[in-house]
């Protein structure tokens, strides 16, 4: 449980440092599809300082609730099973080698992303609410609440996982960059001489975790993003794509394979310190926890 809060708490620091980052990311993905935004975003700086002018610097952080909540869920759980599938390899008297840690940090965060859906549909809700009061579209969703109640009267709690699948996806290929990427990197290190406990090696060991994270996992990404903001008819059906191979064959179609990385150097330049906020905190907490280091 120690652990898990200590997860929780650098997650939820990490997510409000790096928030405005997000939102930006989101609003690059999701521009292009059916129209939506007219191609008035070029570029991570030009939809910030849009945002900005049009919304308010607030509207940077709209959907900042159910992002950290999502933390709570996701951060907690794929740090807490990758730390016990660890301690039960160590166990028996064998070093972790790196297909074993693919296989580990794919999982957890497979796990922990799919527990967490729920939270980031309505993230992503509330991201785009802004942009759609913008194009005179009706109000879709007020609040963290109402969000989650509109969800459920549009396909019941099976609606609350619309998307979960390439959320899913994206996570685990997230967590391979992550998760993996940093305990290889920081094993690697550490192998050469660097301290565990140097935030230095921290450092170098989350930066390579960031750089891989969002190259393996943009493109899931803006199928994920895409897949939650399509409206849905009476039942609950998706009225763009029938599923995630279709949004994605839709998307390499009509706006070219590059649009799969659409957003990857706000996705980049957000990971990057996510990674450092996260990690360097908790390698931190666990030292005044007196724990060892990760």
């Avoid at 799919?114 to 879709?140: C, H, I, N, T, Y």
């Avoid at 959320?167 to 997230?174: D, K, P």
């Avoid at 992550?178 to 050469?192: E, P």
């Avoid at 009476?234 to 957003?263: N, P, W």
Wanted: with cysteine; glycine share 10%.
């Amino acid at each position: 449980l120690e652990k898990y809060i200590l997860s929780v708490c650098s997650a939820v620091v990490a997510e409000y440092v790096t928030y405005p980052l997000d939102l930006t990311k989101t609003r690059l993905q999701i521009q292009g599809e059916r129209g939506v935004g007219n191609g008035v975003y070029r570029g991570m700086v030009s939809t910030a300082l849009g945002v900005v002018k049009e919304e308010g610097i607030s509207a940077l952080w709209k959907g900042v609730v159910p992002g950290m909540g999502r933390h709570v869920i996701y951060s907690g759980c794929r740090i807490t099973f990758y730390d016990l599938g660890r301690s039960k390899w160590t166990e028996t008297g064998r070093e972790m080698n790196l297909f074993s840690r693919i296989a580990l940090g794919m999982s957890s965060g497979a796990a922990g992303q799919f527990l967490a859906s729920p939270a980031d549909l309505v993230k992503v809700r509330m991201q785009m609410e802004g942009r759609r009061r913008l194009q005179g579209l009706p109000v879709r969703v007020k609040g963290v609440n109402d969000a989650f109640i509109q969800i459920l009267r549009e396909g019941g709690v099976k609606a609350l996982y619309k998307g979960a699948l390439p959320n899913t996806q994206r996570a685990a290929l997230v967590n391979l960059g992550d998760l993996t990427a940093y305990d290889q990197a920081k094993s690697f290190f550490v192998s050469y001489g660097w301290s565990s406990q140097s935030w230095v090696t921290h450092t170098m060991s989350s930066i390579c975790a960031g750089l891989a994270a969002a190259t393996l996992g943009t493109p899931a990404d803006v199928i994920k993003a895409r897949m939650m903001n399509q409206p849905v008819d009476q039942i609950g059906r998706g009225l763009y794509y029938r599923g995630s191979v279709d949004c994605l064959m839709q998307a390499v179609r009509t706006e070219g394979v590059f649009s799969l990385y659409k957003g990857f150097i706000p996705c980049w330049l957000r990971m990057a310190p996510w990674s450092l906020t996260f990690w360097l905190s908790f390698e931190k907490l666990r030292t005044w926890a007196a724990l060892d280091a990760w």
